[in-house]
Every structure is written in structure tokens, then in C-alpha cells.
Nanobody, 126 residues
């Protein structure tokens, strides 16, 4: 059974950095895309970043462009989200997910992803 486990969340002050990791149990079979999503209290889950499995093409939400970077290590079955220059509005539960392939690339729509991790909390204080 495919499983995803996130780690690396925590509490930081504005301007700080965190690196999230998502380890997969069966990376080879996860489909064509991996994505990071976040959900703040009272808000809908939103796409943060996506990456094509085995490739290097990434997409980012406008709100994180230039501050966040998604990468992957297939040898370790792991994807990462490096988050720099964090802002209080980045506070949310962060999830990684697998699936999401569309004919024009990786989707940033949460409904396109079938497999989800349990989430890791990121809190940014001002």
C-alpha cells in the first residue's frame, strides 16, 4: 500500500526557513506527480508546489514563488519543500500528495491527487 509520511514542520519567526520532507513507501508506483498542499483553519486546501516524478519540472503557487522550492530524491523515495522567507500567512497544515497527472502536466487541484500524507504543521509568528 502506498504511504506518504511528512516531516519537518515546526514554529519559526517571520523571515525564517523550514524544510519539509515527504517519504514514500512505493515511490515508483505513485504516478506522475507529487504535490505539496496546505490548509489553514477555516480555509480550503490549496496547492503550493508540484513536481513531475523523476523529472525536474516544478510549478508553484504565486504566493510562494521565489520563496519555496520543491525537489525530489528518487534514491530516497523522498520529495522536499524548502521554504524560505516565511510569512505569517504561510501558517497552515502542509500535506504532500501523489497522483495529479493531467495531459498538460501536474495539477495543483487537490481533488486530482489520490494519495495523501497525514500532514505536518507549520506556524510562522510575526
Amino acid at each position: 500500500q502506498v504511504q506518504l509520511v511528512e516531516s519537518g514542520g515546526g514554529s519559526v519567526q517571520a523571515g525564517g526557513s523550514l524544510r519539509l520532507s515527504c517519504s514514500a513507501s512505493r515511490y515508483t508506483y505513485l504516478g506522475n506527480c507529487m504535490g505539496w498542499f496546505r490548509q489553514a483553519p477555516g480555509k480550503e486546501r490549496e496547492g503550493v508546489a508540484t513536481i513531475q516524478t523523476g523529472g525536474y519540472y516544478t510549478t508553484y503557487a504565486d504566493s510562494v514563488k521565489g520563496r519555496f522550492a520543491m525537489s525530489q530524491d528518487m534514491a530516497k523515495n523522498t520529495v522536499y519543500l524548502q521554504m524560505n522567507s516565511l510569512k505569517p500567512e504561510d501558517t497552515a497544515m502542509y500535506y504532500c500528495a501523489a497522483g495529479g497527472w493531467r495531459t498538460n502536466g501536474c495539477s495543483n487541484d487537490p481533488s486530482a491527487y489520490a494519495t495523501w500524507g497525514q500532514g505536518t504543521q507549520v506556524t510562522v509568528s510575526s
